[in-house]
């Protein structure tokens, strides 16, 4: 089992910027692939940022150029650094895990709004 706790969300103004975080505890060894994956009101979850186990990283393109993924692996901890957000980017954004063995891990999430 792994579990996943975020935090970092809140309310911030266009333009604005925002860094999640997210706790991983448990059978790490047994993921390869870490990532963020937002809902906003009323749509399908969609990926926002993943990065594996090489350090690459993918995103989505609606966020390309603006989000940055990293991760440090020591403390077990991957992050979401977000800026020049903008009203569209509201959404609960839940932390990933990926096992080698199939099947993934969620979070909670975390609320993002982005309004004036």
């Known amino acids: 089992q792994v579990q996943l706790v975020e935090s970092g969300g809140g309310l911030v103004q266009p333009g604005g910027s925002l860094r999640l975080s997210c706790a991983a505890s448990g059978r790490m060894l047994s993921i390869n692939t870490l990532g963020w994956y937002r809902q906003p009101p009323g749509k399908q979850r969609e990926l926002v940022a993943a990065i594996i186990g090489s350090g690459s990283t993918n995103y989505g393109d609606s966020v390309k150029g603006r989000f940055t993924i990293s991760r440090d692996t020591a403390k077990s901890m991957v992050y979401l650094q977000m800026n020049s957000l903008k009203p569209e980017d509201t959404a609960v954004y839940y932390c990933?895990?990926?096992?080698?063995?199939?099947?993934?891990?969620w979070g909670r999430g975390t609320q993002v709004t982005v309004s004036s």
């Open positions: 990933t895990a990926n096992s080698v063995r199939g099947g993934t891990y």
